[in-house]
Each structure stands twice: as structure tokens, then as C-alpha cells.
Nanobody, 122 residues
């Protein structure tokens, strides 16, 4: 079993940057692909980014491509989401999740964190 704890959220002005972290428990972190998802008020949770077990492969939602970067440090059991050029529409609760397969589908992800709030003011 994997426990995930996100951190790094907060309030930032449009155009600013934030880096989210997700710390995982256990010794099996490197076996899992990791993903970031987000849920804005009144909307369904959506895919943001994913990285493979080694970190060599990444994929992004079109809405964040070129602005967000997902990375991982398997030695630290941590996955990151660097968010640049933030927009008001990026305001959401951000969740990290772990999957044996990765990809865009939320059903692929078995383990979820509690989420961290990101608010972008315009």
C-alpha cells in the first residue's frame, strides 16, 4: 500500500509559479507511475500530468502543456509538479496519485493523496 501526501499549494498571482510535492510512503514508490490531477470548484476532477516509473516518460493535458512540468525523485519517494505562468483557470485542488499502469484515466490510479489547494488570483 502507498500513502501519498501533497504539499506546496497556496495563493499566487496570475503569471506566477508554484511547485507541488507529493511524498510517498513505503519502499515500492519506484514501481508506480505517478500522476497529478485537479478539481476546480463545480467541475469534475481532471488529468494534469503523468510520469512513468523511471521518470523517463511524461505526458500532459493540453491545458498545461508548456507551462507545467512533472518530475520524480525515486530516492526521495517524491513526485513534483512545477507550475509556471499560472492562470486563474488553474485554480483547483491538486491531487497526486499512484498507478501500476499510468496514463490519463483516473481509474488506473489506485492510491490518492488528500489534495492541496492552489488558488491563482487575477
Amino acid at each position: 500500500q502507498v500513502q501519498l501526501v501533497e504539499s506546496g499549494g497556496g495563493l499566487v498571482q496570475a503569471g506566477g509559479s508554484l511547485r507541488l510535492s507529493c511524498a510517498a510512503s513505503g519502499r515500492t514508490f519506484s514501481r508506480y507511475a505517478m500522476g497529478w490531477f485537479r478539481q476546480a470548484p463545480g467541475k469534475e476532477r481532471e488529468f494534469v500530468a503523468t510520469t512513468s516509473q523511471s521518470g523517463a516518460s511524461t505526458s500532459y493535458a493540453d491545458s498545461v502543456k508548456g507551462r507545467f512540468t512533472i518530475s520524480r525523485d525515486n530516492a526521495k519517494n517524491t513526485v513534483y509538479l512545477q507550475m509556471n505562468s499560472l492562470k486563474s483557470e488553474d485554480t483547483a485542488v491538486y491531487y497526486c496519485a499512484a498507478s501500476q499502469w499510468g496514463g490519463w484515466g483516473q481509474r488506473n490510479y489506485f492510491y490518492w493523496g488528500q489534495g492541496t489547494q492552489v488558488t491563482v488570483s487575477s
